[in-house]
């Protein structure tokens, strides 16, 4: 709720975390490099992709697979 990014998150069947977010550069990286201060003793790797511009959403929310 403190960052204006909307998107979703969802654990992988093989034990990764998604995460898709979209917003505005710095609230999106305000809103990862809190996610990696918060789960730093359980990230391992981290990859990035552009989103697809296509994609829109509404909220942040979880979601199951």
């Known amino acids: ?5 909307t998107g979703y998150v969802r654990n992988q069947p093989d034990g ?5 977010v979209d ?14 201060a918060v789960f730093a003793e359980n990230i391992t790797e981290t990859r990035s992709e552009p989103l ?3 994609q829109t959403f509404e909220r942040f929310e979880i ?3």
């Open 1 to 5: 709720h403190r960052h204006p990014v």
């Open 16 to 20: 990764t975390v998604e995460v898709v």
């Open 23 to 36: 917003g505005s550069q710095p609230a999106v990286e305000a809103f990862l490099g809190e996610i990696a």
């Open 52 to 54: 697809d511009p296509s």
């Open 63 to 65: 979601r199951r697979t």
